[in-house]
Nanobody, 120 residues
Framework: QVQLMESGGGLVQAGGSMRLSCAAS????????MGWYRQARGEQRELVAA???????NYADSVKGRFTISRDNGKNTVYLEMNSLKPEDTAVYYC??????????????WGQGTQVTVSS
């Protein structure tokens, strides 16, 4: 099985920065796309950023230019650098990893989530 361990969440003032990390462990030979999602209170989960194994990225319009996603394939770890944080960034952030299995199947794994709170 695969487990994702998130770290780096907490409380930060508006305009500040924070880095989230997520390390995948377990039976992993490789990982396809890794990403970050978030769910604010009373809202639906939304994609924040994603990155392929080759390093191609995409971002939600709301975070483009402020957040940067990166990964270390050797460590099976994905990062999210968050700058110029706004109160509307407050949410539970979840990392995910798409892990190829046998027979061409791909399993999507999720972290437990980490709370990010941005005070005004």
């Amino acid at each position: 099985q695969v487990q994702l361990m998130e770290s780096g969440g907490g409380l930060v003032q508006a305009g500040g920065s924070m880095r989230l990390s997520c390390a995948a462990s377990g039976s992993i030979f490789s990982i396809n796309t890794m990403g970050w999602y978030r769910q604010a209170r009373g809202e639906q989960r939304e994609l924040v950023a994603a990155i392929t194994s080759g390093g191609s990225t995409n971002y939600a319009d709301s975070v483009k230019g402020r957040f940067t996603i990166s990964r270390d394939n050797g460590k099976n770890t994905v990062y999210l650098e968050m700058n110029s944080l706004k109160p509307e960034d407050t949410a539970v952030y979840y990392c995910n990893a798409d892990v190829p299995r046998v027979a061409g199947l791909i399993n999507r794994y999720w972290g437990q989530g980490t709370q990010v709170t941005v005070s005004s």
